[in-house]
Structures are given as C-alpha cells and as structure tokens.
C-alpha cells in the first residue's frame, strides 16, 4: 500500500478547527484530526471547509514569506501528490486527489499579494463587487489622460498615420502606471501587516484593503490595455 | 512488482521504453532492424491484413488512401477541423462529426489507428523482453486540449493497455534529462516534433519539476516542412499527375528524406518517379531554410507567451533543452539559440528523450523512483457558454493540476427538471473561437420555483490533464445525474462496443498475422525456387514433382489457411533439397575448375 511511511511531524492537525476528532477511513479509528491517520497512518482527506491557510498549514496571517510558502507548498506535495497513490486503493487515491486540488488552488491564491487580499475579503465576508467599476479617485486624471493617449493611438493606427511620437507618450504613461502600481503593492503590504498585528479596527482595515485592490484591479486593466496597444 | 512502461505515441515515430532493475533507462527496439523507431504508420494492406511500421510506411507510396500515417494530428478533432491537405492525403468517411477514415469499408477513427501503433509496441516487447504490457504511461503534447487527451486515453484502451497516466511530452523530456540532479533552477523545454510544437517553462526544485507555463501548436512540425519541400518537386509535374495521392506520398517521402539530409549536407539531389515521368529537383540548405523559415518563426511567439506567463526573461533561464527530431535542424538551433540567449541541450537523442522520461514518470507510480514529483498544468482555460456566446472562464490556462473549480448553476423557469451546459476550452472571449468539449446536461432535478434549485457543479481537471464533471444538489447534498456527451470523442460506451469487438476480432488478429507470416516465407521459397529451376541441370521426373509443388504452393496462398500454406512449404523445401545441393555442387565444381584452368596457366 503506498501510503506514507513517515509523514511530517509538524502536521499535527493545523488544517483541521482545534480539538477536532475523525475517524479514519481505513482502519476506522477514531482520532484527533491530522493529515495522516496516527494509528494506521493511510492519508485522510482534508476537511470540507479548510480555508487556504490551513491547507497550507500556515497561521491565519496575512504576511507570507515566499519561500516559507513555496516550501511548504512542496513538502505538501511530496506526501499528498497523486503519483504517491496511484497503487495504493480507492479511498487514498480520491483524499490524494481532494487534497492536492486544494493544495494547488491555495497556494495560487496566497502566492500572489493581490489574489491573497481578495481572498481575505472573502474570509471577511466582503467582497470587490460595485467598487470595481468604479475610477478610484485618486487614479482617475492618470486613468483618463492614458486612456486618451490609447484612444488617439488606435485612430493613428486605423488611418496609417505615424504612431512614433504618440507610442513614446504611451511608454511614458506606461512607467508612470508602473510605478503607481508598486506604491500600491508597497501599501497593500503595510495594509497586511497591520491586520497581522490587529492594529486598527477590521472595518477600517477592510475599507482601506478594498480602496487599495480596487485601485490595483483598475491600474492592472489599463496596463493589460497598454501593453496590448504596444505589442500591436 | 509489475512493471510500467513508458510510451511515446508520436506523429512519426513511436517507442516504448522502462527502467531496468538497475534504473538504467531503455529503449525496446526493434527485434529485427534494432531501430528504436517504430513509424507510427498503419497500412490496411487488405480487408484482413493490418501492418504497422516500417513495412506499413513503404507501402504509403503505394497504398495511400489504405496507409494512415500522422494519424496524431487527427486526434480528438472533428471534421470541420481537417484541412485540405488532408483531405489529399486520407480518404474520410462523412462530412461532419468526429473524424472517421474510409478503409476497405469499414470505418475507423484515430483512437482505433493508434491502438495498432500502441499493440505493435506491445508486440515488440513480448518478442524482445519476453513481457506483457499492462500498465502504461503515455506521453502527449504539452498543448493537447482534453479531447485530444481522452483520445489518447481511448487509444490505450483500445489496445488492451491500462493507461496510468499521460505525460506531456516537454515535462517528460526534462525528466529524461536527469536535470533535477541540479539541485534548482529555471529551464525551457523547446520541443519540435513531425507533427506538433510545443515549449514549458519549469522550476525545478529538490526533485519536483513545477511546470510554470506551457504552450504551443497541436499542428506545427517536421510534416509541414515534408509538405512544402514536397510541392517544389510536384510544380515539376504535369497538372494531372500532381493530384494522385501516390504521387502526392511519394513527394513527401522524398523531401522527408531531403529534409534531413541537408542536416549535414548543404545541398542534395530529391527524385521523383510518376509513371514513366522522372522529376529531378536539386536543394541547398539555404533554400530548403528560406522556404520554412516562416514554420519555424512560428515557433517564436508561443515562446515569448510561455515565457511571459512565467513571468520570466529569457536571461532567466538556466538551461534550455531541444526535443523531437525537428530539432536537429541547425536552422531551428540558431533560431532557440537567438531566442534564449544561450547554447540549448543536445545530449540526449531528442527522438528518444520523451520515451525514456515517460519510463522515469512510470517509475514514479510504480513507486520505484521516490526523489522526483512531477507538478504540471492545464495549457488552456475552462469555461462554459454564457449569454451572447461569451466564454466564461472557471478555471485559467497554466494552473497547477490536478485542481477543481466549482460552479452554481439553476433554473429559468418554473418546474424546470434539466439544466444544460456546453464547455470549452480556449483563450478566446467569445466561445465560438474556442475548442467545444462537450455538453452535459443535468437531469432529474426537482421540480421547483425558478431560481430556486442550486446545483453545485465541480469541474475538475485530473493529473491527465482531463476534465471529469460531477454534480451535486447543495440543497438535499443529493449527487446529480449528469449526462456528458463529447464534442469531437468517443463516449465511453463506444469505446466499450470497440473493445468488445477488438476481443471478438483478437483471435482473427493473431490468425491475419500468421496468415501474412506464412505468405511471406512461402513467397520467399518460391522465388529461389523458380530461380534455380531456370538454370539448374534437373531430370524430368524430379523437375515434374519440383513443379506440382510450386503450383500446389501457388494455389494455397491465395486461400487463407495459413497452416496449409505452411506445410506446403515445408514439402517444396523438402523435394528442393537435392536441387539445392546440386546448385552448390556444380558452383563447387565450376569453382574447382576453374582453378585448375589456372594452373596450368
């Protein structure tokens, strides 16, 4: 049976709500939850309603050491992938399978500042929702000029006319986008930190996490626009 | 414990190979020529002969229409997808629907040609390793979509085999490559095959091999190449005798073969013979690399998506490595080597490569090899139809698998007991310029208010790289009945109905072969024979008895008892002993002769 002959020791049972029991799908023990059933050790699947964070047994914080992540990412894998399971039977294979479809979509989620702040929206009850579609304010003059800039440039194009001096104003904007878009990152990262730390009330964290990934999400549109006027 | 192979069922050439007890990685080749080779070719030579391979790829010139060769590029498509040259090339049997090709009047899709590719190689390691294969993995073009993969899959089936996994045929290579005995770094996978293109972005990583984005044309390769050099021999022809598939096949052979030469020659001499037309047509490497260099350019921007996608530079990259035979060509190596920036990896022969690190992943499941893990992805999105024909992604190209994304779906109206949806995969917004995969529908819902039902659909993609649906009533936790039917595949009762028949036909499988078998050593006999009678010094009593048993021999053969035909030619081996040794003696003789001429000279 292939099922893990050491699992590791630090998987005491982050993933599953403290002090929770399951009884084992092989040996039919009943036992504190954990990754690898302590009696017989056959892998159990991960809880239902395990959020990213206990997938990937991290703590519920919101600053994230990349390479702590990527290698718990790893460690993961190499004791839930499929290719462990493939001779093993019915049950291990479909927990291996469960367990590292929600190993993967965890770590694309919480790899990637910005999809990680809109999933701890979600974790807060909240959502981007209308506040996407509207300019941020203080984006909007940046937002209108370049998009007049694309605007004029594709007239240009449609008409065959000389687009030199017109790309050189749109590789300008696109700097200027750039930069904008790091000082966000650089307050999303501030913004993360202070929920860590509690410091601040959550509806006033909420709200300003919201203003800086709507911003964020807009800036990432307008670029996506950009550089397709510009690979043109 | 038993063993798994490794398979890679290529365009032009197909191998299997395993890891010896040792973990020394092997090619099966073949038991008579030794070639590693076997050309993915399958010629329908009569209604009940099937040859694969090297014999099956020369009666091409002759049998085109009978001769299925490149039946990779057809897999999991449909006819609205089969292009004009290949319509010159098979003989299909409809209009629309999955393609079907038209053989002795019977019908065949390409799961069921590639099944006699994959039974060949079966076949081939019985003789050579004396082993049945059961559990294989098999390799695929990195960009597959999921029809094309459950076509694969099919495929194995079709042969008998258990299909453990499929491999995407870059992410196989880099594991041949014994890469990951570097500890880390970034490498680009370049794979130019005969028939497909495809380039991944990995990190490895201690032993994992994370594939960050992959890429590429399901129909870009070697073939295209074949195809244009061919049509420079063909404008030499008059109009009427370039159409003939024979002449058209026999083009193509020509410039394989040119193709591959000016890999070392700078120029060659193809030739082409029509009928009593002779056609002569001399190529240098520069000309032969003008007229392709727009196929091989076309390699370039899905290098710089999967690149992007990666969010990695070219100077990124720690090592770059060149698979499939396309990439031998130095016009091809230039152009990577331009694209990357440095020196790509030719150690390994780029035909075996895949093969080999398809048997490295079978090691993995078998759980031999423990140090190395495989993270690959989806090469496309996943989206169903919403309104206005607009394609609404529920799962992005390059996500790691296996993963699963989950959708709500309802109903419209009220009492409403069957919700239908169609999914695609693509990166285009509206669906009609995507790939449909197929259309399920969910049945046996309760009969409720609109709105009300809330069915829970779970899309996941597998570590195959195939889509498996399930579904669920979040209300009563209930699971949904849910009908799948395949856009361009064969639904698994007709692989079932196939496999039946394959088992009902098995016994007259192996009678064919013994039949060709029989034939062919009968053949052989006859021919010496004849030889010999025509200048050999036989009385009439022994000439008479010679020649009842060539005529005997002559009529079994066009019957099918192959055991007949057999004794048949034991007996004129029998009676052409003495005859034989007559021939040696007099040769003897004629030799001793001659010496002794010699001699007194």
Known sequence: ?232 | MERIFGIDLGTTNSLIAYADEDDTLRVVPDPETGSPLLPSVVSFVGPEEVIVGTRAKEMAAHQPLTTISSVKRLMGLGMEHVTAADRQQYAFAADEGIVRFQIHGRTYTPPEISAFILKELKRRVALVLGEEVRKVVITVPAYFNDSQRQATRDAGRLAGLEVMRLVNEPTAASLAYGLHKKNQGLIAVYDLGGGTFDISTLKLHEGIFEVLATNGDTRLGGDDMDRRVAALLLEQLPAESRRHPDVVSQAVAAAEVAKIRLTDAQSTVMELHAGSVHVQRSLTRIEFETLVADIVERTVAPCRQALKDAGLNPSDLDEVVLVGGSTRMPLVRRRVEELFGRKPHTELNPEEVVALGAAVQASVLSGREKDTLLLDVVPLSLGIETMGGVMERILERNTTIPVTAKQIFTTFVDNQTAVDFHVFQGERELVKDNRSLARFKLRGIEPLPAGMPRLEVTFMIDANGILNVTARDERTGREQSIDVKPSYGLTDEQVEHMLEESIDYAEEDVSARLLIEARNDAEGLLHATRKALANAPLDGDERAGVEATVAQLETAMQGTDYNHIRDLTDELNRVTTPLAQRIMDASIKEALERKRVEDVA
């Open chain 1, 1 to 232: 049976m292939a099922l893990i002959s050491t699992p590791p020791a630090e998987r005491e049972g982050a993933m599953w709500p403290a002090g929770a029991r399951v009884s084992c799908w092989h040996c039919g023990a009943e036992h504190p939850a954990r990754l690898f059933c302590p009696a017989c050790n056959a892998l159990q699947p991960l809880p239902e309603r395990a959020d990213y964070f206990q997938v990937l047994d991290l703590p519920r914080r919101l600053v994230i050491d990349p390479e702590l992540l990527q290698k718990h990412y790893y460690d993961l894998h190499r004791c839930l992938h499929p290719d462990l399971y493939q001779t093993g039977p019915q049950a291990a294979r479909q927990a291996s399978l469960r367990n590292t479809a929600a190993l993967n979509r965890a770590y694309r989620s919480l790899r990637d500042p910005v999809d990680r702040g809109l999933y701890w929206l979600t974790l807060q009850g909240e959502s981007l929702g209308a506040d996407n579609k509207r300019v941020p304010p203080d984006l909007a003059a940046v937002v209108f000029e370049v998009q007049e800039q694309l605007e004029e440039l594709r007239a240009v194009r449609n008409r065959n006319g000389a687009a030199q001096a017109l790309v050189g104003e749109v590789v300008e904007a696109r700097a200027e986008l750039l930069e904008r878009q790091s000082v966000l990152l650089q307050q999303l990262e501030e913004n993360f930190a202070r929920w860590d730390a509690a410091d601040g009330d959550a509806a006033t964290l909420t709200r300003e996490l919201k203003a800086i990934l709507s911003a964020l999400a807009y800036l990432g549109t307008l670029l996506r626009d950009v550089e397709k006027e510009l690979g043109a």
